[in-house]
């Protein structure tokens, strides 16, 4: 096991939890739930229970069957020993659960030591000083450039990764007296492990279609799922993404300075990689396309829930935001 690893939950616990889980009111369950942030397709919260404390816990209900859920679960341990023992990354102290619930699906909870919310680069970036965005979009280079330096070594191996700025925390830190020159971070959305082995994904992609409604998933399917998968493996688009966020984060302002810093990066520090400049344009058209994909996809997500829940009178396993700022 990883140095970072969380003792085991209480696995009683956790599933009385789930069984008294309300995914559309998670703050009404019978042992109530703080949402400490909303992804695209999953939902990270803390739970407010005596031995559950002090952790993050991302809720995956998208397995069939329990070779599935060990498909996963094996992805999942070795791309967190690829980040943390082959590349070099810090990831926060962390574990896993899964059982069956009630209605015998299984559920896969990813646990993560909970950071305090401020570390957390998004919140960071609305409370560092212009200069400071810069130097922490530096530091969140190089923690990156990490892994394209790990794939070149690779002929067999290829690790991909979601750089935006609310994968990554800042350890230790401390708003009033920032550090961040040689600051270490975290990071910390390893939910999705995307790695290859000898060119095949190691990860089942379809598994992102399963929270999707089904009068969509071909369309996801033809359309955007493989153009979303390898754009984690191209720092060029990775670093696309990263400044792209800032939309999202509303400091678009900054989007100028993080695109200068990035050049900067790609044509000093990483020369070596070979990565295309970025410029404006192409990072906001990035982001417009981005925006408009994710946010059909959160709508027609809601119209599903619906017609399951009211028409189809059957369980709507997801939790969604009711909206995602953009």
Request: hydrophobic share 40%; net charge negative; proline share 7%.
């Given at each position: ?106 559920i ?37 450039r ?7 070594r ?78 984690y ?27 200068a810093v ?6 000093g520090?990483a020369?070596?990689l ?11 058209s990035?982001?417009?396309?981005d ?33 995602i700022?953009?």
């Amino acid at each position: 096991m990883s140095h970072t690893s969380l003792p085991p939950v209480n696995l009683d616990l956790l599933q009385e939890f789930e069984r008294g889980l309300d995914p559309q009111h998670p703050e009404r369950s019978r042992i109530p739930a703080t949402v400490l942030g909303y992804g695209e397709i999953s939902t990270v919260f803390a739970i407010q229970a005596e031995g559950l404390q002090g952790m993050a816990f991302k809720r995956l209900p998208l397995f069939y069957n329990q070779p599935e859920v060990d498909k996963y679960r094996a992805a999942y341990t070795e791309y967190n020993r690829l980040l943390e023992e082959e590349i070099g990354l810090h990831l926060p102290a962390h574990g896993y659960a899964s059982f069956l619930n009630q209605a015998g699906r299984p559920i896969f909870y990813i646990i993560q030591q909970q950071l305090p919310a401020a570390s957390l680069g998004h919140k960071a970036i609305h409370q560092l000083p212009r200069p400071l965005v810069s130097v922490l979009v530096r530091r969140i280079l190089q923690e990156l450039r990490q892994v394209w330096e790990f794939n070149r070594r690779q002929d067999r191996l290829q690790v991909a990764i979601d750089g935006q700025i609310s994968n990554w925390a800042i350890d230790a830190f401390d708003p009033q007296n920032p550090r961040l020159a040689a600051a270490s971070l975290s990071y910390v959305d390893t939910s999705t492990p995307l790695f290859r082995v000898q060119g095949v994904e190691q990860l089942d992609t379809e598994l992102f279609l399963r929270s999707a409604p089904s009068f969509l998933v071909w369309i996801l399917r033809l359309l955007f799922l493989k153009d979303v998968v390898n754009r984690y493996y191209d720092f060029h688009l990775v670093a696309v993404d990263l400044a792209a966020n800032f939309y999202k984060e509303q400091r678009p302002e900054l989007i100028p300075d993080v695109i200068a810093v990035v050049n900067d990066f790609f044509s000093g520090e990483a020369a070596d990689l070979g990565i295309p400049p970025l410029d404006e344009k192409e990072v906001s058209s990035y982001y417009k396309e981005d925006s408009l994909i994710w946010s059909l996809y959160l709508s027609m997500r809601k119209v599903d829930r619906f017609i399951r829940r009211h028409i189809l009178r059957r369980e709507y396993p997801y939790i969604l935001p009711e909206k995602i700022q953009r």
